[in-house]
């Protein structure tokens, strides 16, 4: 509910919009006052704009959130699959210890020829479909995403901008050339890559492939300019001054998605 002063200020301004015929006339002051408070109503359109608010102190929640989402393009659940017991091609270290997990395995061999497990053929029935659904903090992610897709030009300027403006440095794109983009997510936001990726959400103009470096916990180890690093993300080589400091991670391959 909007505060008893956010109304007393509305109030006093419709009042001292009289003209100035009547603007010392109590009468015709109380009965702007009144007129105001009835078509205020207690300044309730205030309460439904701040009901839908995403910005700031994010007081949507719940249905709110589902029906901002509506506008969006998105919504709280996603599936993923879980795949059993098919054959398909493994590399040549995999081959000696089939039919044993993992889920996908390779041609029979002559010890294996009577042992069907883990030697299948995809099926349908195989196919698991889990449904997902996202808390508010997380489904309030995939809003912001699906926003800046709606909006945007998909030039670099306009992903970066956009992406700045929502999360700060927590998602940030970076081009490699080559027609591709490199998404850097850190770790607090990594457990949403499986609904964004779903869900087409990381913004990326048409025929620009893309790649995830995701669970980012502090500076990577990179290479940089003379003038320090473009990325909040990369640590170049340390200097006398600082080697015993500079901070940094390395990149591990379980990051790249």
């Known amino acids: 509910m ?14 001292n919009l009289l003209i100035v ?11 702007i006052a009144l007129l105001a408070e ?16 995403i910005i ?13 989402g509506k506008y969006v393009g998105v919504d709280r659940f996603y599936s993923e699959l879980e795949l059993t017991n098919y054959s398909g091609l493994v590399t ?4 000696s ?23 299948g053929t995809l099926q349908y029935s195989d196919i698991i479909a889990t449904n997902n659904e996202l ?5 309030l992610t995939l809003i912001k995403l699906g926003i800046i897709n709606n909006n945007s030009n998909f030039s670099a300027q306009s992903i970066d901008a956009s992406l700045f403006s929502f999360f700060g440095t927590a998602i940030r794109a970076e081009s490699i050339g080559g027609a591709h983009l490199v998404y850097f997510i850190t770790a607090a936001l990594t457990p949403l890559i499986q609904a964004i990726i779903a869900k087409g ?13 995701s669970d980012i916990t502090g500076p990577m180890f990179s290479l940089v300019t003379y003038g320090g690093p473009t990325s909040p993300f990369g640590s170049g080589c340390s200097t006398y001054s600082d080697y015993a400091t500079l901070p940094g991670e390395t990149l591990t391959y379980a990051q790249i998605s």
């Open 21 to 31: 015929q009547y603007a010392g006339q109590p009468n015709a002051q109380a009965e």
């Open 92 to 95: 040549y270290s995999e081959h």
């Open 135 to 139: 808390n508010d903090a997380n489904f």
């Open 38 to 53: 009835t078509a205020l109503a207690n300044a309730v359109f205030l309460d439904v704009e701040n009901a839908y608010n």
């Open 2 to 15: 909007a505060s008893a002063q956010t109304v007393a200020q509305l109030v006093a301004y419709y009042v």
């Open 97 to 119: 210890s089939l039919p044993t997990p993992p889920t996908v395995g390779g041609l029979t061999t002559y010890a294996t020829f009577g042992n069907y497990d883990y030697n």
């Open 201 to 213: 959400l990381l913004p990326a103009p048409m025929g620009v492939g893309t790649t995830i470096v």
């Open 56 to 68: 700031g102190d994010n007081t949507a929640v719940g249905a709110q959130l589902d029906i901002i």
